[in-house]
């Protein structure tokens, strides 16, 4: 929530922030702890270009991952042992 406050439009934060807090769960407990720590974001409040909220939006509208097994960051591969070239 508090980066959505800082970088969106704010059409987009209402939207957002009323969303979380009809849902059930850690999605409003989220609303409700962040709700002190708004101030200090407000302060800090930059939205977006243009440009990048396009592509945002282009994000959001995309479909999801194929089926398969998931994607793993390099970060998260086992390390391989170098072999020499026969």
């Known amino acids: 929530m508090l980066s959505g406050a800082m970088r969106l439009p704010w059409p987009q934060v209402v939207a957002r922030v009323a969303a979380a807090a ?9 609303v409700l702890d962040a709700v002190p720590r708004l101030p200090g ?26 089926p398969g097994p998931p994607v793993t960051s390099p970060s998260h591969r086992t390390p391989t042992t170098a072999q020499e070239p026969t």
Do not use: E, Q, T
């Open 41 to 66: 974001a407000l302060r800090r409040r930059r939205v977006l270009p243009p440009a990048v909220l396009a592509d945002l939006d282009l994000l959001a509208r995309a479909p999801g991952p194929a």
């Open 22 to 30: 009809r849902a059930d769960g850690p999605s409003r407990r989220g």
